[in-house]
């Protein structure tokens, strides 16, 4: 995805929250400087490409799906996610997180050379430069929400679960399937519950884009807020 594409979108989503995008750019400009320039092989991730990537997300029902993950034929965790799905002995193939729950696992995947795609953005900064700098840097892809720049990609998204089926979909997934997902979790803070409803309008943006359906919608599409998309 373009940036020129995002942008809009990216802008209705820090007025809603009051988010500043001169924060964002400072955590890019600190992610950047922590790895070095394309230090991260993309080429990594035509494994996406042609194929049926399942995207499981950190609701409470990922344990119970966990059955559907072998329709796909490749895997990416979210966050929490990917807890839940080592413990069962299932192997993944990417995980997206911005830090925020499990940092042991994200080494412990990027010394076993699986690739994380580590976002930064204006309220991890702390945890960028706790992290990242103990990370074999050539197994992370580091991702923003405002504009790319040399060894920071954006491919779109927002909330981790989201921004791992803009990924796949930048990468050229045939087919996405969403596992583990709960968009309208009571359980969840306020914030997070604002931030669910974005991630929906994301993936409703994103399947309108591809011209199909996301399982992860059946049944809500009517109520989606639309508002900040570019469709109609």
């Not at 194929?51 to 950190?58: F, I, L, R």
């Not at 329709?71 to 966050?79: E, L, N, Q, R, T």
């Not at 990924?167 to 087919?175: I, M, Q, T, V």
């Not at 709960?182 to 914030?191: G, L, Q, R, Y």
Request: proline share 5%; charged share 30%.
């Amino acid at each position: 995805m373009d940036f020129s594409e995002w942008e809009p979108v990216y802008e209705a989503i820090l007025a809603d929250f009051g988010f500043q995008r001169a924060a964002d750019e400072a955590a890019r400009e600190e992610v950047a400087t922590l790895l070095a320039p394309r230090a991260f092989d993309r080429d990594r991730l035509g494994v996406l490409a042609g194929e049926t990537v399942v995207v499981a997300g950190a609701g409470p029902s990922l344990p119970a799906e966990l059955d559907r993950i072998e329709d796909g034929d490749v895997v990416i965790g979210a966050s929490t996610a990917i807890d839940t799905l080592l413990d069962a002995g299932i192997a993944v193939d990417l995980m997206t997180t911005d830090l925020d729950k499990n940092s042991g696992t994200v080494r412990r995947l990027t010394e076993a050379g699986v690739p994380v795609a580590i976002h930064a953005h204006g309220d991890n900064r702390a945890l960028l430069r706790e992290v990242v700098p103990d990370l074999p840097e050539e197994h992370v892809l580091a991702t923003t929400q405002a504009a790319p720049r040399a060894g920071v990609e954006n491919y779109g998204g927002f909330t981790d679960g989201d921004r791992a089926a803009f990924l796949a979909d930048g990468f050229g997934a045939s087919e996405l399937k969403f596992v583990g997902w709960a968009v309208a979790d009571p359980t969840v803070s306020p914030i997070k519950r604002r931030k669910l409803a974005w991630a929906e309008r994301l993936l409703y943006w994103l399947e309108t884009r591809r011209g199909g359906t996301f399982d992860a919608l059946e049944n809500r599409r009517d109520g989606i807020d639309r508002s900040g998309l570019p469709v109609d």
